[in-house]
């Protein structure tokens, strides 16, 4: 049974940074992308980064030069470093998991595992 257990969520103040990490487990780990949603209340979940098993790296726009994506296939952990955070970063940010491919997608419905999320609150 796979499972992505994220951690590292939490509240603070804008400019100020966070390190998510998500912990895979239950299938290879390596190969398959990896990638960073997130959710914000009353939006659609959105893309934010990923990873493909081949090490190459996709971002959304808005996150550009503040975000960055990292996977450690020994440890079997994808973490994501958020930098001079904004109050609009405030969301549920998730992790997930491709079956099948190693490319990186920024559409959702190319993920199919997924994890309860970690909540990102940032105060103005």
């Known amino acids: 049974q796979v499972q992505l257990v994220e951690s590292g969520g939490g509240l603070v103040q804008a400019g100020g940074s966070l390190r998510l990490s998500c912990a895979a487990s239950?299938?290879?780990?390596?190969?398959?992308?990896m990638a960073w949603f997130r959710q914000a209340p009353g939006k659609e979940r959105e893309f934010v980064a990923a990873?493909?098993?081949?090490?190459?790296?996709l971002y959304a726009d808005s996150v550009k030069g503040r975000f960055t994506i990292s996977r450690d296939n020994v440890r079997n952990t994808v973490s994501l470093q958020i930098n001079s955070l904004k109050p609009e970063d405030t969301a549920v940010y998730y992790c997930?998991?491709?079956?099948?491919?190693?490319?990186?997608?920024?559409?959702?419905?190319?993920?199919?595992?997924w994890g309860q999320g970690t909540q990102v609150t940032v105060s103005s």
């Open positions: 990873g493909s098993g081949g090490g190459t790296t």
């Open positions: 239950g299938r290879t780990f390596s190969g398959y992308a």
């Open positions: 997930a998991q491709r079956k099948y491919y190693s490319g990186s997608s920024s559409r959702t419905d190319d993920y199919d595992y």
